[in-house]
């Protein structure tokens, strides 16, 4: 019930009491949970029908679908040896053994570097984590901060590998994802500074 009251929406508090109080008189009757599940799937049908539930749906869709998966994307590339940076060639690793003669001679360089873009594709991976969590909590100056951050931490990788010498297509292509992702949570945000303005002094006196 709690779930199906969220899915309304603020314009259907009215709707909400008159389930929750349903919802009572089915519990004594002894169905509480067949009325619940009831009234969460006609929540989630509605949802797309009102602009408040095409909102949260869009919301938890960049969230779940984009912000997550970029996360898991970095944190795998960080542990598993930059599969992601360098396809076809086994990591840095195997990326490093093809290399010429530049790259045997600073061999031992790169090793040394790893650790440090290990630190940095993980700080873009929790980054993307901490953006997909705040933004649920509709907390769009945080998003905003972290988006800050993890462009930072993307461009830092891209200079570190460029001054190593590495190919830095690949890091490249992922900042570039990151900037249209920042671009759609401003977008986002203002969507939802529409939708849920805020209050006036004369609102806030009542």
Request: a neutral charge; hydrophobic letters at 55%.
């Amino acid at each position: 019930m709690a779930l199906a009251i969220a899915c309304l929406g603020e314009h259907r508090r009215e709707w909400a009491r008159a389930m929750r109080a349903e919802f009572d008189a089915a519990a004594e009757d002894g169905k509480p949970l067949m009325f619940a599940i009831g009234c969460l799937t006609a929540s989630w049908r509605a949802m797309p029908t009102h602009e408040e539930g095409r909102f949260v749906l869009t919301n938890y869709a960049l969230a779940l679908g984009l912000m997550v998966p970029m996360a898991a994307l970095q944190i795998g590339c960080a542990v598993f040896g930059f599969p992601y940076l360098y396809p076809g060639q086994d990591g840095l690793r195997g990326a490093l053994m093809a290399g010429g003669a530049q790259e045997l001679l600073l061999r031992g360089v790169y090793q040394a570097a790893v650790p440090s873009l290990t630190a940095l594709l993980l700080l873009l991976g929790l980054g993307h984590l901490r953006i997909a969590w705040v933004m649920l909590e509709r907390d769009w100056s945080r998003v905003t901060s972290m988006g800050t951050r993890i462009m930072a931490a993307a461009a830092t990788l891209i200079i570190f590998m460029t001054a190593l010498f590495l190919d830095s297509s690949q890091a490249v292509l992922q900042t570039a994802v990151l900037a249209i992702e920042l671009a759609v949570l401003t977008l986002l945000a203002r969507w939802h500074a529409q939708l849920f303005p805020p209050a006036s002094p004369e609102d806030l006196a009542r």
